[in-house]
């Protein structure tokens, strides 16, 4: 009975504390809604979705995805509030198992609160029993991503504020590009940063001639001179240069600087990816295909890479990105968002950005132009911190119309003299 009065007593505590807690905060996002972020309250009512009180209710009613070209998938969380939130659970290439992945976590979220977002993230994870692999973090991304979109939807305020940000006033993005008349085109539309591959006639052999060394050397140093010394370049071995040849390449790149190598080697084999990082001054950087805080502990407690490039869509979302970001700190690494996907994988990007010491830059291939309402902007080098709530973006349903449903496939790729399977 003793047991239970205070059993009794602590939870009605709990309940006043929380009753407390939710009217500070209403008030405070209310003070802050309307005082400084007019763009805010524009934005919520661009929506059309009404902002329900904090204490309300909320639960999901529904998860839904839909394929996008040219090889995403978006999914859209359904509240009984009115309010959806944004998120890409997407591997690439495997669209269809991603969304049935999804699929099969619907029933443990309907009915739920989106708002215990962490929470939610633990469940998911855990009660998976075999925890992650590429398909089920990528779901839980997506998922997680919309949560969080939610959430600040449901405060008023932009996912970053929520992180304790914002760390910075403008975040840095780099452009992909191929050739100096890529480069150019690129800065003329205001980019600063660029990555680029190993220029090659044909995939990199396992120990490779000079030829093959040379001509990517003369091709990376044609784009570094269309860079300019005070631009950056990085450049991308994609993990299919074998390590001999990717040594040797490493080390004829030395004079022209580049940002970072990124994976230089498949990430699979970490002591070898290390041996590679202490072997060169250049910084290396890794992390698209790995998977979890777990899987960056081993990269960065074996000094393997200085810049981690956690993907948002794969690595566990906004929730297990921001806490990469804390354990990479202490290793005095940075953080490189990995985002060759859609306006909301980049979304989830800035919002990271703008919550982290720790960021270098983050990568796009696209700032939303015929998927979202005011695609963002790149001037300078930098697009300005997103100020809507939530992820800060909305999705164009007319331009997005004839973008629906897509086939994409991985490429196949397969060497040139004796035909058998190579890495692209
Ligand atoms: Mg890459």
Same mark, same amino acid.
């Given at each position: 009975?003793?047991?239970?009065?205070?059993?009794?007593?602590?939870r009605?505590?709990l309940k006043?504390?929380t009753?407390?807690?939710?009217l500070?905060t209403?008030?405070l996002?209310?003070?802050? %809604?309307s005082s400084?972020r007019?763009?805010?309250?524009?934005v919520?009512? =661009?929506?059309?979705?009404?902002r329900p009180?904090?204490k309300e209710?909320?639960? @999901?009613?529904?998860l *839904?995805?839909?394929?996008?070209?040219p090889?995403? !998938?978006f !999914?859209?969380?359904?509240? =009984?509030?009115?309010?959806t939130g944004?998120?890409?659970?997407?591997?690439?290439?495997r669209a269809l198992t991603?969304a049935?992945?999804?699929?099969?976590?619907?029933?443990?979220?309907i009915?739920k609160?989106?708002r215990?977002?962490a929470?939610?993230?633990?469940?998911?994870?855990?009660h998976?029993?075999?925890r992650g692999?590429?398909?089920?973090?990528? %779901? !839980?991304?997506?998922?997680d991503?919309?949560l969080?979109?939610i959430?600040? &939807?449901?405060?008023?305020?932009p996912?970053?504020e929520?992180l304790?940000g914002?760390t910075?006033?403008r975040i840095?993005?780099?452009?992909?590009?191929?050739?100096?008349?890529?480069?150019?085109?690129?800065?003329?539309q205001g980019?600063?940063?660029?990555k680029?591959?190993?220029a090659?006639?044909?995939p990199?052999?396992?120990?490779? =001639?000079?030829?093959?060394i040379d001509?990517a050397v003369?091709?990376?140093?044609?784009?570094?001179?269309?860079?300019?010394?005070d631009?950056?370049?990085?450049?991308?071995?994609?993990?299919?240069?074998?390590?001999a040849?990717? &040594?040797?390449l490493? &080390?004829?790149?030395?004079?022209?600087?580049?940002?970072?190598?990124?994976e230089?080697? =498949?990430?699979q084999n970490?002591? $070898?990816m290390?041996?590679?990082?202490r072997?060169?001054?250049l910084?290396i950087?890794?992390?698209?295909r790995?998977?979890?805080?777990?899987g960056?502990?081993?990269?960065? *407690?074996?000094? %393997?890479?200085t810049i981690?490039?956690p993907?948002?869509c794969?690595a566990?979302?906004i929730?297990?990105?921001r806490?990469?970001?804390g354990?990479?700190?202490?290793?005095?690494?940075?953080?490189?968002?990995?985002n060759? $996907?859609?306006p909301?994988?980049l979304?989830a990007?800035?919002?990271?950005? %703008?919550? @982290?010491?720790?960021?270098?830059?983050? *990568?796009?291939?696209?700032?939303?132009?015929?998927?979202?309402r005011?695609?963002?902007?790149?001037?300078n080098?930098?697009?300005?911190?997103?100020?809507g709530?939530?992820l800060?973006?909305?999705?164009?349903?007319n331009?997005?119309?004839?973008k629906?449903?897509?086939d994409?496939?991985?490429?196949e790729?397969?060497?040139?003299?004796?035909g058998?399977?190579?890495d692209?």
């Amino acid at each position: 009975m003793k047991k239970n009065a205070k059993g009794i007593q602590r939870r009605s505590v709990l309940k006043g504390t929380t009753a407390l807690l939710g009217l500070g905060t209403a008030s405070l996002v209310a003070g802050d %809604a309307s005082s400084s972020r007019e763009s805010d309250s524009a934005v919520v009512q =661009n929506t059309q979705e009404r902002r329900p009180a904090v204490k309300e209710t909320i639960k @999901i009613t529904r998860l *839904e995805t839909f394929l996008v070209k040219p090889r995403w !998938l978006f !999914l859209k969380i359904h509240t =009984n509030a009115g309010i959806t939130g944004l998120g890409e659970p997407i591997t690439e290439g495997r669209a269809l198992t991603c969304a049935q992945a999804v699929k099969e976590v619907e029933p443990y979220l309907i009915g739920k609160d989106p708002r215990a977002v962490a929470h939610h993230w633990q469940a998911i994870y855990r009660h998976a029993f075999y925890r992650g692999g590429p398909i089920l973090t990528s %779901a !839980l991304s997506g998922i997680d991503q919309a949560l969080w979109d939610i959430k600040g &939807k449901v405060l008023g305020v932009p996912v970053y504020e929520l992180l304790g940000g914002p760390t910075r006033q403008r975040i840095r993005v780099y452009a992909h590009a191929s050739t100096p008349e890529d480069i150019q085109r690129r800065k003329a539309q205001g980019f600063t940063a660029f990555k680029t591959g190993p220029a090659k006639k044909r995939p990199a052999r396992i120990i490779d =001639n000079k030829a093959f060394i040379d001509y990517a050397v003369e091709q990376f140093a044609l784009q570094r001179q269309a860079v300019g010394p005070d631009g950056d370049i990085g450049i991308d071995f994609h993990g299919a240069v074998p390590p001999a040849t990717a &040594k040797l390449l490493i &080390k004829a790149l030395e004079p022209y600087q580049p940002m970072f190598i990124e994976e230089p080697i =498949n990430c699979q084999n970490v002591d $070898l990816m290390a041996e590679i990082a202490r072997g060169t001054h250049l910084p290396i950087a890794t992390g698209e295909r790995i998977f979890t805080k777990w899987g960056f502990r081993e990269i960065l *407690e074996k000094g %393997a890479a200085t810049i981690l490039q956690p993907d948002l869509c794969h690595a566990g979302g906004i929730t297990e990105v921001r806490l990469i970001a804390g354990m990479a700190e202490a290793y005095y690494a940075a953080i490189a968002p990995h985002n060759p $996907l859609g306006p909301i994988s980049l979304a989830a990007g800035l919002q990271i950005a %703008a919550s @982290i010491p720790n960021f270098l830059c983050q *990568e796009q291939v696209s700032l939303g132009e015929g998927y979202i309402r005011n695609p963002f902007k790149v001037v300078n080098g930098y697009v300005e911190l997103p100020a809507g709530p939530g992820l800060g973006i909305e999705l164009d349903e007319n331009a997005l119309a004839d973008k629906i449903g897509h086939d994409w496939r991985n490429q196949e790729s397969y060497d040139a003299d004796d035909g058998s399977v190579v890495d692209w």
